[in-house]
């Protein structure tokens, strides 16, 4: 009689199985921004087969594409040589795209004066003044707060930052950031002064920061009025000043929002992490990582003190360290670093730029990088191995994550 229940109850427990599958519609967006278009993959919790469509703005640069998870909402930020940058969004996941009314735009010169447009440009301060600006880039655009509803924010090259309150149909400036007395003198690198960074704290509304290249950290901790640098013990061997109170070339920086005074940054001069908000930084790879040079930076879903990296030989070697393409990863909060490789490509001299490493957010949570040659690599259990998800794309500007 025992015997039967307990196969009754098998039966029982593998039907449930079954049947919990069928009905789990739980859906994976990869969001993949490239130079000719943007792709969007789609899979079940599984993540073992993938449908892709694209490319959407074919031809257009797609610097970001992010899914706002409060009402299921795709915001692109798109860039054409010949017609400028400008925003869209679409609510049917990228089938239909709206442009935005108001694109962000500069309405009036920055109070503190004109910064270069590029390395080679040099302007006297003074004569920098007055002058007018254009967006080049819309580089980021974040989702904001639960308890925001409709806001969502910008960054933008030449270094500033934008707001939306209408779901992304119109943008305004923050203004103090726009006049900060030290913006007339942030200094454009390769890649251009682009506000590339944006985090929100959690449940504090009133604080956030932002990331500059070549500005370094900024954080207002009154909603935007005052921005004051946080740049502490952060190197910029370019600059006169090894340690300069602002113009360091911040890479990426992420936080996990279970500890939100606790940042982490990948750096022109190294990986860093701020157990204080910001105020000061912790050189987390010197002497334990093979490299000070990379882009991106990615924080663990789970786990606060996991943190991924993808290395570059070094500023002027920009390839694989060691011509094997590998994902650095932390435990520890940086304490130790482990090379991940197992299934990723040797003899490879890839780069993977600011925006193209994300993870998702499910229970084995799995990470995503691209890389400027057009590969996609996926991993669904930590890093420790990985395999090829796309290849042949147009060269990745970024990578974002969405549940459906």
């Known amino acids: 009689m025992a015997y039967g229940r307990g196969r009754y109850a098998l039966r029982t427990t593998q039907y449930a199985t079954k049947m919990k599958r069928k009905t789990d519609k739980t859906k994976v967006c990869i969001f993949v921004g490239t130079r000719k278009g943007g792709f969007i993959f789609?899979?079940?919790?599984?993540?073992?087969?993938?449908?892709v469509t694209g490319p959407h703005f074919k031809s257009w640069n797609v610097m970001h594409l992010n899914l706002d998870r409060r009402d299921g909402r795709l915001h692109a930020a798109v860039m054409h040589d010949a017609?400028?940058?400008?925003?869209?969004?679409?609510?049917?996941?990228?089938?239909?795209?709206?442009?935005?009314?108001e694109p962000p735009a500069f309405t009036r010169p920055s109070a503190s004066g004109k910064p270069p447009a590029n390395p080679f440009e040099v302007l006297d301060p003074e004569s920098a003044k007055g002058k007018?600006?254009?967006?080049?880039?819309?580089?980021?655009?974040?989702?904001?707060?639960?308890?925001?509803p409709n806001v969502l924010y910008a960054g933008i090259e030449p270094g500033a930052l934008f707001k939306s309150s209408d779901r992304g149909e119109t943008w305004t400036i923050n203004e103090s950031l726009f006049d900060h007395p030290h913006r007339g003198t942030w200094f454009p690198g390769a890649g251009g002064l682009g506000l590339h960074t944006i985090i929100l704290h959690p449940t504090n509304k009133d604080r956030?920061?932002?990331?500059?290249?070549?500005?370094?950290?900024?954080?207002?901790?009154?909603?935007?009025?005052?921005?004051?640098?946080?740049?502490?013990?952060?190197?910029?061997?370019?600059?006169?000043?090894?340690?300069?109170?602002?113009?360091?070339?911040?890479?990426?920086?992420?936080l996990h929002?279970?500890?939100?005074?606790?940042?982490?940054?990948?750096?022109?001069?190294?990986?860093?992490r701020s157990d204080d908000a910001g105020d000061n930084w912790i050189d987390i790879g010197d002497g334990k990582l093979p490299s000070r040079f990379g882009f991106p930076i990615a924080v663990h879903p789970h786990d606060p003190k996991t943190v991924y990296v993808a290395l570059e030989q070094s500023d002027e070697y920009r390839i694989s360290?060691?011509?094997?393409?590998?994902?650095?990863?932390?435990?520890?909060?940086?304490?130790?670093?482990?090379?991940?490789?197992?299934?990723?490509?040797?003899?490879?001299?890839?780069?993977?730029?600011?925006?193209?490493?994300?993870?998702?957010t499910l229970d084995d949570a799995g990470i995503y990088v691209g890389t400027s040659t057009g590969q996609l690599f996926a991993s669904r259990d930590d890093g420790d191995s990985w395999n090829l998800m796309a290849d042949f794309?147009?060269?990745?500007?970024?990578?974002e994550t969405g549940i459906r």
Not at 257 to 272: A, E, F, K, R, T
Not at 340 to 348: E, M, R, V
Request: proline share 6%; net charge positive; hydrophobic share 30%.
């Open 321 to 360: 360290v060691d011509e094997k393409f590998s994902v650095w990863r932390s435990k520890n909060g940086g304490d130790s670093w482990k090379r991940l490789s197992k299934g990723l490509p040797d003899k490879a001299r890839l780069v993977v730029l600011r925006e193209a490493m994300a993870t998702d």
């Open 42 to 51: 789609t899979s079940d919790k599984a993540r073992k087969e993938w449908k």
């Open 132 to 148: 007018e600006e254009k967006v080049i880039k819309v580089w980021n655009i974040t989702p904001g707060r639960e308890n925001e």
């Open 83 to 101: 017609y400028g940058p400008t925003t869209h969004y679409s609510d049917d996941l990228g089938k239909t795209w709206v442009q935005a009314k």
């Open 208 to 254: 956030m920061w932002v990331g500059i290249s070549t500005g370094g950290c900024y954080r207002t901790d009154d909603g935007g009025l005052i921005w004051n640098p946080r740049n502490k013990n952060v190197r910029a061997d370019f600059h006169p000043e090894k340690f300069p109170e602002y113009g360091q070339c911040l890479h990426k920086m992420d």
């Open 393 to 399: 794309l147009p060269p990745i500007l970024s990578v």
């Open 257 to 272: 929002p279970s500890q939100p005074d606790v940042l982490y940054q990948q750096n022109h001069c190294g990986v860093y």
